[in-house]
Nanobody, 119 residues
Framework: QVQLVESGGGLVQTGGSLRLSCAAS????????MGWFRQAPGKERETVAT????????YYADSVMGRFTISGDNAKNTVYLQMNNLKPEDTAVYYC????????????WGPGTQVTVSS
């Protein structure tokens, strides 16, 4: 069974930075892709950034482009999200997700970590 655990959330002022980490366990092989998603109160979960390990292809939501950077180590099934120049609208619960194979979707999730940006 795949387990994902996030860490690194917290409270930060506008303009500050945080680095989120996520490690996946329970696998004997690398995942196809991993990513970060977030859900603010009263809103649907949205994709923040994803990375496909084999091609190195990265996706960023328009709202975080140029401010957030996704990286990681596919051999360790570990993914990071460096968040700079944080804004109050970035406040949300951030979830790590894993797409195990090319035939699956992002259907494995961590419990989430709270990120709060004060104005």
């Amino acid at each position: 069974q795949v387990q994902l655990v996030e860490s690194g959330g917290g409270l930060v002022q506008t303009g500050g930075s945080l680095r989120l980490s996520c490690a996946a366990s329970g696998l004997t092989f690398s995942t196809f892709a991993m990513g970060w998603f977030r859900q603010a109160p009263g809103k649907e979960r949205e994709t923040v950034a994803t990375i496909i390990w084999g091609s190195g292809s990265k996706y960023y939501a328009d709202s975080v482009m140029g401010r957030f950077t996704i990286s990681g180590d596919n051999a360790k099934n570990t993914v990071y999200l460096q968040m700079n120049n944080l804004k109050p609208e970035d406040t949300a619960v951030y979830y790590c997700g894993a797409r195990i194979t090319v035939y699956s979707s992002f259907d494995n999730w961590g419990p989430g970590t709270q990120v709060t940006v004060s104005s």
